[in-house]
């Protein structure tokens, strides 16, 4: 019997990042990550544990932030100036 289990089903980890589940293993030294289907070790010292939330519990919620381009940009054809200057 040939099984092929989803990868998923190895996770002891999660979290929600951006509104997508993304799954971890702890169980494995290093910790993994996985990553389009494929399980990824993590750097040395991930400890999944400690920040991302059991299989079986409410997945940790993470946004990434935006930044903007800051609103002072060179003015055009005038030589070291700026604009607010």
């Known amino acids: 019997m040939n ?3 989803k990868p998923e089903l190895l996770a002891t980890h999660h ?7 993304i799954h971890f293993r702890n169980d494995t030294k290093p ?3 996985l990553v389009n289907g494929k399980w990824c070790d993590m750097y040395a010292d991930a400890n999944v544990a400690k920040w991302a939330s059991r299989i ?3 997945p940790v919620v993470c946004s990434t932030t935006k930044t903007e381009i800051s609103p ?3 003015r055009n054809g005038v030589i070291g100036a700026w604009q607010g200057d």
């Open 56 to 58: 079986n519990q409410k």
């Open 72 to 74: 002072i940009y060179p």
């Open 31 to 33: 910790n993994q990550k």
């Open 3 to 5: 099984m092929h289990a």
């Open 15 to 21: 979290i929600l990042q951006d509104g997508k589940k």
